[in-house]
């Protein structure tokens, strides 16, 4: 296969994900091997070996336990996160606790039990959709810039990007879906006067608010926020609940016309569920409506619009009657009530309205930027330039178990920033700076993404002056670097993972160093 081709675009979603390229200037959606636009992200294990999309998906019913799906809620987490824990009784298939903490599945494949890293079996993902892509090009592809969430943390990221790597793609870039998805907006619909959008992204598994500003092709991202307790999948696991349910068999197909129920009621007042022989010869049928679905849902509605909409709004300083334009993207956004909660909230003010078509404008943003990156030409677009944002706090311990932050979430990257600390400890010899992400002030409630340990001469204590720099490219990637001014020591390291726990956890023993003092927290 020639070598030498385009980089791809890939939209990778909880429930489906997209690819997708720019050929000749112009955008093109890729289909798979069924011939459709989007790809289930399910993989199965069967004796003759694994499924990927919706073949993958078909097994759910007969083949639960063998069935991965969910990655956003396990990919790049340790074990013992309240995500992993929150689901893994709701999961057919089987979570373990890796070596180094991770979560792991168990799966029965080619008739024996193995246990596979949720990379792994992501990767299997990517790769299928990498195939694609290269059948549809006729070469072989190298390179992709992917989507994720916006409230993805560092070790979600830097996982993403291993799994990207096992499927043989080198990861350009790494974007926020809504922001990827204002790409589209700000390239088809080019406007001299500056602009504020509101992207809604409610998908399978999560909800975010991206707010942005654009003006002609350019786009600056003023501030994201995203929620993983509510998505779509609530939705139809509260309609779920609602109807009984008599086996794992059963338990599964009931959910998958709950599911399509969800959807129909989109654009129908009612719906009914019939399934024949459900089990043991007992056939099941229920009729829903779509104001029984709303009273359902009502709490869960509110939730998933409200409160993540004040958020953005208020990180980015801008009142809701200054947003000029509303983007809809995730199938949730379809569901009639979620449109009038947006309608009540923006007080009928004349928004414009876009909910964009086919969910492909991730995808499309995503090839967009794969293109810009590699110098590939792109029919209709002169000047482009694109400024995201950071979507969390990072920052390292100082005394006390307490956060310094060095960068805030939702500053543009990339960025680099320094401050200088001092020791409270007599005769230090080394300091043990520990790096964390998250918006609490303790460092107990944050991620710990890793530990930079630099070798000081032992002096008294506020005397050695240590200074802490935190550099982020456009990718969210982290380089740390710790110099001690007196002797010129110094240590930097890359945050590879946010998984480096292997040196010992101890309390700080940094202070921040202020106008010329030590300043405890």
């Keep these: ?20 390229v720019f050929r000749n200037g112009y955008f093109a959606s890729i289909h798979n091997d069924q011939g459709k636009r989007m790809t289930s992200s399910y993989v199965a294990f069967t004796d003759s070996g694994p499924l990927v999309g919706e073949a993958a998906k078909a097994q759910l019913a007969t083949n639960p336990s063998n069935t991965v799906f969910d990655f956003f809620h396990l990919i790049g987490r340790k074990f013992v996160d309240p995500a992993v824990q929150s689901n893994i009784n709701r999961w057919p298939f089987r979570v373990v606790p890796g070596e180094d903490g991770r979560p792991k599945i168990d799966v029965q494949s080619n008739g024996t039990q193995q246990t596979f890293s949720v990379e792994t079996i992501l990767s299997m993902l990517l790769a299928k959709l990498k195939h694609s892509a290269e059948a549809f090009l006729g070469q072989t592809v190298a ?26 793609l080198n990861v350009l870039r790494l974007i926020n879906a809504p922001t990827a998805a204002s790409i589209e907006y700000a390239i088809s619909n080019k406007c001299q006067n500056e602009l504020n959008v509101l992207i809604f992204d409610l998908g399978a598994s999560n909800v975010g608010v991206t707010i942005v500003t654009s003006e002609g092709g350019n786009i600056d991202v003023k501030s994201c926020f995203g929620d993983t307790r509510v998505g779509g999948d609530d939705f139809t696991n509260r309609m779920h609940g609602y ?17 399509n129920a969800k959807c129909t009621l989109s ?20 009729g829903i409506t779509r104001a029984s679905f709303e009273d359902l849902c009502a709490d869960l509605f509110h939730r998933a619009i409200i409160p993540p909409i004040e958020r953005a709004l208020a990180d980015a300083k801008i009142n809701k009657s200054q947003i000029d334009v509303v983007l809809l993207i995730g199938g949730s956004t379809r569901i009639p009530k979620v449109r009038k909660l947006l309608d009540d909230f923006f007080s009928g003010k004349n928004l414009t309205y876009k909910c964009l078509e086919t969910d492909e404008s991730a995808v499309f943003g995503a ?14 677009v002169e000047d482009f330039v694109l400024l995201d944002v950071l979507s969390h706090s990072v920052g390292i311990e100082t005394e006390g ?3 310094t932050n060095l960068i805030q979430r939702n500053s543009t990257i990339p960025t680099k920033t320094a401050k200088k600390f001092t020791t409270y400890l007599e005769s230090q010899k080394c300091v043990l700076v520990k790096v964390y992400e998250g918006e609490n002030r303790l460092t107990r409630h944050n991620n710990l993404l890793g530990t930079v340990l630099l070798d000081i ?12 720099t935190f550099g982020i490219d456009a990718n969210g990637t982290l380089k740390v670097v ?5 002797s010129g020591q110094m240590q930097e390291k890359t945050i590879a993972n946010g998984m480096d726990d292997h040196l010992p956890i101890e309390n700080s023993s940094l202070v921040e160093w202020k106008g010329g003092r030590s300043f405890r927290h």
Aim: proline share 7%; hydrophobic share 45%; with cysteine.
């Design 401 to 403: 178990g307490e956060v």
């Design 243 to 259: 109807m009984l349910s008599w086996s794992p068999e059963a338990f599964f197909r009931v959910r998958a016309a709950c599911e």
């Design 367 to 380: 090839a967009f930027q794969a293109a810009i990156l590699t110098g590939d030409p792109i029919k209709c």
């Design 267 to 286: 654009f129908c007042t009612e719906d009914s569920i019939e399934l024949d022989s459900l089990c043991d010869g007992i056939d099941f049928s229920f």
């Design 482 to 486: 710790a110099q001690e001014e007196l």
């Design 1 to 20: 296969m020639p070598q030498n081709s385009h980089a791809i675009g890939i939209d990778l979603g909880a429930s489906a994900s997209r690819v997708g």
């Design 457 to 468: 001469p032992p002096t008294p204590r506020g005397v050695p002056m240590i200074e802490v």
């Design 143 to 168: 390179d992709a810039v992917l989507t994720m969430p916006s409230h993805f943390a560092h070790s979600q990221r830097q996982a993403v990007k291993k799994a990207a790597n096992i499927a043989g």
